[in-house]
């Protein structure tokens, strides 16, 4: 069965450093996301994409955070300059059509130092 | 904004016994709704979604309804197992936009034996 993966498992990095997360959503699937979850918080939208370009961002999604599918599978998520308070775990997700269900991917942990 | 609320955790339970949780949600419009399960070092899964009002949703003996009415989606199972200890999320999708998922903050539910 199809599933989302993403790479690294687990990112650890010093503060101020940028870190690539990545992602390869299942392969007929068009629209793709971001979430993250703190530590025992809620899953926390970040961004959407859609046609090669952003569909929705958070308040979250500042400039600090950038997207990108370089080809045609993966999709990538680039944190800047990296801050304690971004440690967490990330998850991509994928679906077919806009709504509906999204199939998310088992996530990255990220440790800021 | 659109918005989830579930019941706060965690929830404790012998094997065997009936499981509520309880979810209501705000929105505009007419969002689809779903209930995602996350187990112990896992990431998410969808376990069941229901996209009109009065659609009920089931997967693994667990059911929700949506209630337009109410505006809630309690998941219920019948019979609990030890396998089913997990968080639990509710969540919507606006249907517009960018299709993001809201989270509500999570059930995490323990099962004993």
């Known amino acids: 069965e199809p599933e989302v993966t993403q790479t690294p498992s687990h990112q650890v990095t010093q503060m101020g450093q940028e870190v690539i997360l990545r992602c390869v959503p299942i392969s007929n699937h068009l629209y793709f996301y971001w979430y993250r979850q703190i530590l025992g918080q809620k899953v926390e939208f970040l961004v959407s994409f859609y046609n090669n370009e952003i569909s929705e961002k958070s308040e979250i999604f500042d400039d600090q955070f950038s997207v990108e599918r370089p080809d045609g599978s993966n999709f990538t998520l680039k944190i800047r300059s990296t801050k304690l308070e971004d440690s967490a775990m990330y998850f991509c997700?994928?679906?077919?059509?806009?709504?509906?269900?999204?199939?998310f991917g088992p996530g990255t942990r990220l440790t800021v130092l | 904004g659109d918005s989830v609320t579930q019941m706060e955790g965690p929830v404790t339970l012998s094997e065997e016994a009936f499981l509520t949780i309880n979810c209501t949600y705000t929105a505009t419009g007419y969002p689809s709704l779903f209930w995602y399960v996350q187990y112990p070092g896992e990431g998410l899964q969808l376990l069941l979604k229901a996209t009109k009002a009065d659609d009920k949703g089931s997967n693994k003996g667990f059911e929700a309804t949506y209630r337009k009415e109410t505006t809630s989606f309690h998941l219920e199972k019948g019979s609990v197992q030890v396998s089913d200890s997990a968080v639990y999320f509710c969540a919507l999708s606006p249907n517009t936009g960018g299709f993001k998922t809201i989270f509500g903050a999570g059930t995490r539910l323990f099962v004993k034996a």
């Open positions: 997700a994928s679906s077919p059509s806009g709504g509906g269900e999204q199939f």
